[in-house]
């Protein structure tokens, strides 16, 4: 087993909370393509993309109280392997109405990672370090958006959409040979929680109580709606409208996940310096002036691939300050259900950015307006859910060396 503070157990808890990214990311330049060998609309395949999001969503409410009672590896080892069979289910489907099955089994086993790997974090490093530590997970996790699309689209040209979900299958295969043999139980046993549903939902009406609970994941969640919005109309708008080839567009994407991964770097090299709240100030800031940039070219009629791109660029470093930051405010003042308050964490954050996506997808036009609306909103929004709430009661924790608040 591998030592719960050591660098490889981040890096291990890093490699399963990619796993949403790869699920979502690494199919996008397959999805025209998709579309024309199922038959389906481009609203259709839109739509396995906001399922999976939606299922996600469901299945956190139930996987992180689960957590709290029997702990974190147990519940992981039964989500990887419902996300494994659901891989084989979406190679495999014959039409779109089988693949957004397959989606959203895959997205109900897929929760489990991304849920529990930031609950094991706080387990691990208390609330002082835990912001730190998820920035620096961060930026290892932002290899997997940044290879994805590259490697979905390798695929697609060689393979077929098909092998997409093959190698996702052999991915949770990975995973599941990892969390059965190396990674370490990170709840300990007079720690665990009731699973009744009483209990769980004291729980969530106490964290839905903490007015910086709610601020932080507002903040997060319409920061997360904008990225989700570029998943949702990207490919379509690049791809069918602007003329990006697919293996282009996967190098766009990269450029992307580069901006994300310098605000991960940045999140983690400044987070005991300027402290969570003025990093957040900053933070919403970009997402704000990145989004409303890329909504003003749109609406000027300045459609080009950088008018996308670059605002998106701006936006992605603000939102890899604001991913880490505003899931360590939620977390920090919850260590006794650190499973639950991560659910409902996630579960805000997916909800909104689901139903942004199928808004995305279902006022498509043609263009990158409602793509480019939608990502501007959301900057704007996440300013103001952390002026308005987060900002407003400071839960920063010291950070004094040396010393962790449980």
Same mark, same amino acid.
């Given at each position: 087993?591998?030592?719960?503070?050591?660098?490889?157990?981040?890096?291990?808890?890093?490699?399963?909370?990619?796993?949403?990214?790869?699920?979502? *990311?690494?199919?996008?330049?397959?999805? $025209?393509?998709?579309?024309?060998?199922?038959?389906?609309s481009p609203e259709r395949i839109q739509l396995t993309?906001?399922?999976?999001?939606?299922?996600?969503?469901?299945?956190?409410?139930?996987?992180? $109280?689960?957590?709290?009672? !029997?702990?974190?590896?147990?519940?992981?080892?039964?989500?990887?392997?419902?996300?494994?069979?659901?891989?084989? #289910?979406?190679?495999?489907?014959?039409?779109?109405?089988?693949?957004?099955?397959?989606?959203?089994?895959?997205?109900?086993?897929?929760?489990?990672?991304?849920? #529990?790997?930031?609950?094991?974090?706080?387990?691990?490093?208390?609330?002082?370090?835990?912001?730190?530590?998820?920035?620096?997970?961060?930026?290892?996790?932002?290899?997997?958006?940044?290879?994805?699309?590259?490697?979905?689209?390798?695929?697609?040209?060689? !393979?077929?959409?098909?092998?997409?979900f093959w190698l996702l299958a052999i991915y949770a295969?990975?995973m599941l040979a990892i969390l059965a043999w190396w990674?370490?139980?990170?709840? $300990?046993?007079?720690?665990?929680?009731?699973?009744?549903?009483?209990?769980?939902?004291?729980?969530?009406?106490?964290?839905?109580?903490?007015?910086?609970?709610?601020?932080?994941?507002?903040?997060?969640?319409?920061?997360?709606?904008?990225?989700?919005?570029?998943?949702?109309?990207?490919?379509?708008?690049?791809?069918?409208?602007?003329?990006?080839?697919?293996?282009?567009?996967?190098?766009?994407?990269?450029?992307?996940?580069?901006?994300?991964?310098?605000?991960?770097?940045?999140?983690?090299?400044?987070?005991?310096?300027?402290?969570? *709240?003025?990093?957040?100030?900053?933070?919403?800031?970009?997402?704000?002036?990145?989004?409303?940039?890329?909504?003003?070219?749109?609406?000027?009629?300045?459609?080009?691939?950088?008018?996308?791109?670059?605002?998106?660029?701006?936006?992605?470093?603000?939102?890899?300050?604001?991913?880490?930051?505003?899931?360590?405010?939620?977390?920090? $003042?919850?260590?006794?259900?650190?499973?639950?308050?991560?659910?409902?964490?996630?579960?805000?954050?997916?909800?909104?950015?689901?139903?942004?996506?199928?808004?995305?997808?279902?006022?498509? *036009?043609?263009?990158?307006?409602?793509?480019?609306?939608?990502?501007?909103?959301?900057?704007?929004?996440?300013?103001?859910?952390?002026?308005?709430?987060?900002?407003?009661?400071?839960? *920063?924790?010291?950070?004094?060396?040396?010393?962790?608040?449980?």
């Amino acid at each position: 087993m591998l030592r719960p503070t050591s660098a490889a157990t981040v890096a291990v808890l890093a490699a399963l909370t990619a796993l949403g990214p790869l699920a979502t *990311d690494m199919y996008l330049p397959a999805m $025209p393509a998709m579309a024309e060998a199922l038959g389906a609309s481009p609203e259709r395949i839109q739509l396995t993309l906001s399922l999976y999001m939606a299922g996600f969503a469901l299945a956190q409410l139930i996987c992180g $109280p689960v957590s709290d009672r !029997f702990g974190r590896r147990p519940v992981m080892i039964a989500g990887f392997g419902l996300f494994l069979v659901a891989s084989l #289910l979406c190679a495999l489907a014959p039409s779109t109405e089988w693949l957004l099955l397959g989606r959203f089994l895959q997205a109900l086993g897929g929760a489990a990672g991304p849920v #529990l790997a930031r609950a094991a974090v706080r387990d691990i490093h208390g609330p002082v370090e835990a912001g730190r530590v998820l920035s620096y997970m961060g930026s290892v996790m932002a290899l997997a958006p940044a290879l994805a699309p590259v490697i979905g689209a390798g695929l697609l040209a060689v !393979f077929g959409w098909e092998a997409i979900f093959w190698l996702l299958a052999i991915y949770a295969v990975l995973m599941l040979a990892i969390l059965a043999w190396w990674l370490p139980e990170s709840l $300990p046993a007079e720690q665990r929680q009731s699973i009744a549903p009483g209990a769980i939902l004291a729980n969530y009406r106490m964290l839905l109580g903490q007015r910086a609970f709610v601020g932080y994941t507002l903040t997060n969640a319409a920061a997360f709606a904008g990225m989700f919005a570029f998943l949702s109309g990207s490919s379509f708008v690049l791809i069918e409208y602007l003329g990006v080839s697919p293996g282009l567009y996967g190098v766009l994407f990269t450029l992307i996940v580069g901006g994300f991964f310098t605000g991960s770097m940045l999140s983690g090299r400044y987070s005991r310096r300027l402290g969570r *709240d003025r990093l957040l100030s900053r933070a919403t800031l970009l997402c704000a002036l990145g989004g409303v940039v890329m909504a003003a070219l749109a609406l000027l009629g300045v459609h080009t691939t950088w008018a996308i791109i670059l605002p998106h660029i701006v936006y992605m470093i603000g939102f890899g300050i604001v991913m880490p930051q505003s899931m360590a405010g939620a977390l920090a $003042p919850n260590p006794q259900c650190a499973g639950s308050a991560s659910s409902l964490f996630g579960f805000l954050q997916m909800t909104i950015a689901a139903l942004g996506g199928a808004m995305v997808g279902q006022f498509h *036009d043609g263009t990158s307006h409602t793509m480019a609306l939608a990502i501007g909103l959301s900057g704007v929004l996440a300013l103001a859910a952390y002026v308005c709430l987060a900002r407003s009661r400071r839960t *920063d924790v010291p950070a004094v060396a040396g010393t962790q608040t449980r």
